[in-house]
């Protein structure tokens, strides 16, 4: 996964991220999507709603960067880590 330095993150548009109007978890290529989904649950203070957009936006993310996604819902993810549920 590429670094993003404090610049770069900056000049990243809302939309490139899964939570935008955090600044939370890019989606710039194929290896932050995979983080971002890792890291999901661990986001804090958002709410449903933004999390089912957020999701959204990870699975249209993933799908540019060919990074299959083994959960239909953000919901599925706890069950979906202990069967390895990111591919590559």
Request: overall charge negative.
């Amino acid at each position: 996964m590429s670094k993003l330095d404090t610049e770069e993150r900056n000049e990243m548009q809302g939309r490139e991220f899964a939570f935008p109007a955090e600044r939370k978890e890019p989606l710039e290529d194929a290896a932050h999507v995979r983080n971002a989904i890792a890291r999901f649950n661990q986001v804090e203070g958002v709410s449903e709603a933004e999390r089912d957009a957020a999701w959204k936006r990870i699975l249209a993310a993933a799908a540019r960067f060919g990074v299959e996604v083994g959960e239909a819902s953000w919901r599925e993810l706890k069950a979906g880590r202990e069967r390895g549920g990111v591919r590559n």
